[in-house]
């Protein structure tokens, strides 16, 4: 274990196996690895920002097993809004100081192409300060496959419609065999990281998360994670990753046992040793819960996420983001626990300092 742990002082590659490893690791000793690499790029800091998810619609053709936002047996309530509905959403959050819509919707083939790049389009015509991060890599293999279109076609048009940078979703866990068990059909590992290089091709910025805490073991995560350094290398278009603690209600996937705080923390300390190519490491409170992802600062990551004011897809299935969070009780939450709130853009550039 020490050569792993040497490895790692001298900041070198570390291969899967020795990766696998460290979760052999207390959980002390791999925080304070993952945590001096934390604060020699960020300090104290804790990056948030001020936004509104958008979920257009619910109704989806795809079956995957973890989601409990979809149409279904267990949530019998489809939904999909009108353009209008979701310029009023971005309009409405944007006069409460939101500089970020997320916008991420159900594979909805009854609306049509245009349906989503207008969503987008009549955005940005109404606030065009505001940053726009939409569509999934998943997303984009519908799009694709709903239109006839190249990948490369979809990211022009989402271009000069007025996205500006990509979320992460969609990648869930990258191994084939997991993959096909939980969301068979949706967009492949394959597809989700070509999409992304071509995304970073056009210059753009994207995230990438990964969904854990149901089927997939240790070597899963890492294999996942490696997946990622390696694409990094070669775009460096990747600002954060995420990883999403599976959230398990109202869904077909079910587990036997909720991940303990110390998997997760150890996921997160991971993380930032094995991807140091990629900035930002985001424990997203509402599957974390915020408590856990401020402890998660200690361990590795330097940002929470941010207001969110209104989110469907994690709180259909248990997370408590429903209704967003006050900007005022996150900053507080942040100095509580000895850290610097920062107020950042989506694309990471510094707002507000709050000391
Ligand atoms: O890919 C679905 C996840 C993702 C569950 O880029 C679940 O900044 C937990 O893309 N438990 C979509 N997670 C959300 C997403 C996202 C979220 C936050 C930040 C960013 C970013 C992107 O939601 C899906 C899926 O992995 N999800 N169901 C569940 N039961």
């Known amino acids: 274990m020490n050569h792993i742990i040497k490895k790692i002082e001298n900041n070198e590659k570390l291969s899967f196996d020795e990766a696998v490893k460290l979760y052999d690791l207390d959980l002390f ?14 300090g104290r800091k804790v990056y948030f920002n001020i ?25 019998p309530n489809p939904y999909t809004l009108s353009i209008d509905e979701c310029v009023e959403m971005a309009k409405e959050a944007y006069k409460k100081g939101a500089k970020e819509v997320h916008v991420v919707s159900a594979h909805n083939p009854e609306v049509g192409y245009d349906y989503y790049m207008n969503i987008v389009k009549e955005i940005k015509n109404e606030l065009p300060d505001i940053h726009i ?3 999934t890599a998943a997303e984009i293999n519908f799009f694709s496959e709903l239109s006839g279109k190249s990948y ?7 271009i000069e419609s007025g996205v500006d940078s990509m979320p992460g979703g969609g990648a869930e866990i990258f191994d084939e065999e997991i993959r096909n068990k939980i969301c068979k059909g949706k967009v492949s590992s394959k ?5 992304h290089e071509l995304w970073h091709k056009f210059g753009r910025k994207s995230n990438a998360t990964m969904l854990f805490g149901h089927i997939e073991n240790r070597a ?20 954060a990753f995420i990883p999403l603690v599976y959230q398990t209600k109202n869904n077909y996937l079910k587990v036997d046992k909720f991940l303990t705080g110390v998997e997760i923390l150890k996921t997160v300390a991971i993380a930032r040793i094995l ?13 974390f819960t915020l408590n856990l992802a401020l402890v998660a ?20 299935a248990g997370a408590a983001s429903k209704n967003g969070l006050d900007m005022e009780e996150l900053i507080y939450q942040i100095k509580d626990a000895g850290f610097i709130p920062v107020e950042r853009d989506s694309l990471y550039n510094e707002l507000k300092i709050y000391t």
């Open 29 to 42: 000793t791999l925080g304070k690895l993952a945590n001096k690499i934390r604060e020699e790029k960020f």
């Open 51 to 75: 936004n509104r998810h958008i979920n257009p619609s619910n109704i989806c053709k795809d079956v995957c097993k973890f989601c409990a936002f979809s149409a279904h047996r267990k949530n």
């Open 133 to 135: 991060k939409a569509f």
């Open 152 to 158: 490369e076609a979809v990211l022009q048009d989402m």
């Open 191 to 195: 597809n989700w990281l070509k999409i």
């Open 220 to 239: 899963h995560r890492i294999d996942h994670m490696i997946r990622l350094r390696e694409l990094q290398e070669i775009t460096g278009g990747f600002n």
């Open 275 to 287: 991807l140091n190519n990629i900035p930002h490491i985001k424990a997203y409170w509402p599957t």
């Open 297 to 316: 600062q200690e361990y590795g990551a330097d940002d929470i996420d941010g207001t969110i004011q209104r989110e469907s897809i994690q709180s259909s």
